[in-house]
């Protein structure tokens, strides 16, 4: 590929990548406002419905790299809103985990349901191989801005 050709790509990406997080950031938001939810606490949420077991509230800091107050503050809105409980873990009985309430999981996997079948079919016409490189895209994109955020959590930018 030519670099003329690849430079073209590249700035359509900076541009399409722009767009695409204000897509998202957008939608976030909506499905946050149609739950009662703050979008940050909409990921939470998220990210605590992809974890195997209940977590302590400092993991919760760890998932979204808030500070173990501000986590806390996330905890006790999910936890107002009946999306999370507070249970003393059984095998340590001075800790306290974070665990999901099933029902409400429910009906907001319901919701994300009927929103992502209309998001399923854009993936029709990829071969394979194709969404092997999204995948493998999404993952890098994940561990980047993961770094990102410890970097602008720490002032170094």
């Not at 191989?129 to 770094?147: K, P, Q």
């Amino acid at each position: 590929m030519s670099g003329n050709v690849r430079s073209r790509l590249l700035d359509e990406v900076s541009v399409v990548s722009r767009r695409y997080v204000a897509a998202y950031a957008l939608f976030n938001q909506a499905l946050a406002d149609r739950l009662g939810l703050h979008p940050t606490d909409l990921q939470c949420l998220n990210l605590l419905m992809l974890e195997r077991e209940p977590v302590t509230t400092g993991r919760v800091a760890e998932l979204t790299g808030l500070t173990t107050g501000s986590a806390t503050r996330l905890v006790d809105r999910l936890e107002r809103a009946g999306y999370v409980v507070r249970e003393r873990d059984a095998a340590d009985r001075r800790r306290v985990l974070v665990a999901t309430v099933p029902e409400r999981i429910a009906e907001f996997g319901r919701m994300w349901e009927r929103l992502g079948g209309d998001w399923m079919p854009l993936f029709d016409d990829l071969a394979d191989a194709e969404l092997a490189v999204i995948v493998r895209h999404m993952r890098r994109t994940v561990d980047f801005g993961a770094e990102q955020v410890t970097r602008l959590r720490e002032g170094r930018v």
